[in-house]
């Protein structure tokens, strides 16, 4: 495989979809004629081979068209999440030395664009049509304006350098302002995984993958973005999974006729929970349902298999190995089902770490797939990557029988959020950009839903609620990011080096929180009851609540949040919110008439 293939395999099959999103509907041949535009504007803005662009936009095929368009013609993309904060796209800018920047315009006034280099994305026309009208409109007259900026009249095509060993693009996870991680990806380290899934998963140029992942995660990027034209095949996406919405996430995969369903533990088991029927995935087309970047839980996997009659694949991989490297389900080449699965066109094995635990070891990885290195650190590449290429992956692990392999826990402090991967001190860099927090310590608790969430203990200078707290954080970290707890102590316990102790401030937030208590005294009406529930849920004051309040008015009713909110509910009134009920509220006035129904009609003592 080669980048002038992946061309090839583009203008072949100009008239099918290439990216289905709520409101556009993009084909291959606009992708095309977007992409020989879009590199006379590399040109103009004299960017050349090797340059990195760095791309952060909410406009999905803008930064989709852009990324391809710079991997084609040998540039280095580097794809950020929208909301990422001014300050690391300020620090990841500068690292990389970025030629060029793509992002919305309402940034524009933001410290890490210089000069000339910005291309800002408005609003397009087409976001306000109906998604139909659009798509003929678009296949008549091959028009880009979807990208949201204007491009050159002047056309060529893509450069498409042949040399494997150059990078392909850098994927930056979660790492200090000071220290961004920028894991690098060769070409040949993308072609060789992009082939081993492909072939896994029985792609074709008539495959509709279901993927909403974030582009800037290794899996959103990896499996959707250049998995479909690899295949030559549709990506199709939602505008991010909440559960509210969830009904209409779940039948689009029916309505645009996916063939793969992709995404990550957390949202399968939110599906398991707050969907209402069992007959998304019924239609023949639909072949495979996919779960990447973390472990499922054995009695997810289960359940999901029995309610959904369809069987399901996992996945285990990091950043640095492309997107996958074990694989686990009913094919002949995979591991056994409730384990992470066996190494697929790469090498697996375990790197003792205790003599007295012989078959419990570091799990390491080598192959084409796994990654050239870190951005500009040596010295973290060294402790990652041994002189013959086995990546430590910091996940120990035992090997079963059958040669699938089962991993036990972790062996760095990384927080492991449904499927994405969190530095603990990243977030404890923000909170102490808060004059009054003069220590910080952030450590992984337990969830069901998440695998883990981040949890942040802090000591204060001057006595502040969390919910100021939270919304300092929000203003400095993406959403994901943001601790779902944040505690005061009077200190944070720690060795004899300065590093905290995080068994010891994991037992401190969970002492502090499990002297809270979200129930209100027996005098208190509902309503107000529930505000204060949803007030601590949500971080915020509840003066700030009314009846009126949802999930749009309220900054921190996310899709966790809500989850939270509904079993807090549950345990408040001594009630069972039924499935169907939970994942349909939108306001704190239906919570309080559910609620009120349920206590009404409950049998008295």
């Known amino acids: 495989m080669s980048l002038s293939l992946l061309w090839q395999r583009i203008c072949a099959v100009s008239g099918n979809e290439f990216l289905v999103i709520p409101t556009q509907r993009i084909t291959y041949n606009q992708l095309r004629d977007s992409i020989t535009h879009l590199v006379s504007l590399f ?46 796209a300020r620090s990841i800018a500068e ?30 026309q ?27 009249k002047e056309h060529r095509l893509p450069y498409l350098p042949t040399n494997m060993d150059e990078l392909a693009y850098i994927l930056f996870t979660s790492g200090t302002t000071s220290d961004p991680v920028g894991v690098t990806i060769t070409r040949q380290n993308m072609f060789a995984n992009l082939e081993t899934i492909s072939r896994l998963f029985a792609y074709t140029p008539r495959s509709r993958i279901f993927n909403d992942i974030i582009l800037s995660h290794g899996d959103g990027l990896v499996q959707g973005l250049l998995l479909a034209p690899y295949n030559s095949c549709a990506l199709i996406r939602s505008d991010g999974f909440t559960v509210p919405t969830i009904e209409s996430w779940l039948n689009r995969v029916r309505q645009e006729r996916g063939t793969h369903v992709i995404t990550v533990p957390t949202i399968w088991s939110l599906i398991d929970r707050f969907s209402q029927h069992d007959d998304y ?33 996992n996945q285990y991989g990091l950043t640095e190995t492309t997107a996958s490297a074990l694989y686990a389900g009913p094919h002949p080449e995979m591991g056994d089902k409730d384990s992470v699965g066996r190494p697929v066109d790469c090498e697996a094995r375990l790197r ?38 086995w990546m430590r992956t910091g996940d120990l692990a035992r090997q079963l029988p059958s040669g699938s392999y089962e991993v036990l826990g972790r062996t760095k402090t990384v927080i492991m959020t449904g499927g994405f991967l969190i530095r603990p001190d990243e977030i404890d860099e923000a909170m102490m950009r ?12 337990p969830d069901d839903a998440f695998d883990e969430i981040p949890a942040t203990a802090v000591v204060l200078s001057t006595p502040l609620p969390e919910v100021e707290l939270a919304d300092h954080a929000r203003q400095h970290l ?26 010891s401030v994991r037992e401190m937030i969970l002492k502090a929180l499990s002297s809270q208590t979200l129930k209100a005294t027996a005098q208190t009406e509902t309503t107000a009851r529930i505000i204060e529930i949803a007030a601590k849920t949500f971080r915020t004051l509840p003066s700030e609540l009314t009846p009126q309040s949802t999930q749009e008015t309220v900054r921190g009713w996310d899709s966790f949040s809500h989850v939270v909110f509904v079993m807090s509910l549950e345990d408040a009134f001594d009630i069972k919110v039924p499935v169907a009920k939970a994942a349909a509220v939108r306001s704190i006035a239906e919570v309080t008439a559910f609620i009120e129904g349920q206590v009404a009609c409950a049998p008295v003592s």
């Not at 006034?109 to 210089?114: M, Q, R, V």
């Not at 139909?132 to 949201?148: A, H, M, P, Q």
């Not at 087309?285 to 009695?299: I, N």
């Not at 316990?493 to 590093?499: L, S, W």
Request: hydrophobic letters at 35%.
């Open 126 to 152: 087409s976001s306000q049509r109906d998604s139909r009208r659009v798509f003929s409109f678009f296949r008549k007259n091959k028009d880009t304006s979807y990208l949201g900026f204007e491009l050159p």
């Open 43 to 88: 040109d103009q803005h004299g960017v050349k081979a090797g340059d990195r662009v760095l791309i952060s936009t909410s406009n999905e095929a803008a930064a989709a068209t852009s990324f391809l368009a710079a991997l084609l013609d040998g540039l280095i993309p580097v794809m950020l999440a929208p909301d990422t904060p001014e300050f690391r």
């Open 281 to 313: 995935f019924d239609a023949p087309e639909c072949t495979h349902l996919v779960s990447v970047s973390a472990r499922l839980a054995p009695d997810l996997w289960s359940q999901l298999e029995r309610r959904f009659s369809k069987a399901i694949y």
């Open 352 to 389: 003792p770490v205790n003599p007295e635990d012989p078959e419990v070891g570091e799990l390491e990885l080598k192959g084409t797939n796994v990654f050239a290195g870190y951005w500009n650190n040596s010295e973290r590449t060294k402790k990652t990557l041994s002189n013959d290429g």
């Open 478 to 503: 993406e959403a994901l990011k943001v601790p779902k707890r944040i505690v005061t102590v009077e200190h944070i316990p720690r060795g004899d080096v300065g590093k905290p102790q995080v068994n």
């Open 95 to 124: 690292s990389t030395s970025s030629a060029m920047y793509i992002t919305d315009e309402h940034r524009k006034d933001e410290s890490w664009l210089i000069g000339d280099k910005a291309v800002l994305v408005g609003e397009t």
């Open 434 to 445: 808060h004059e009054s927090v003069v220590e910080s310590a952030t450590v992984a608790l």
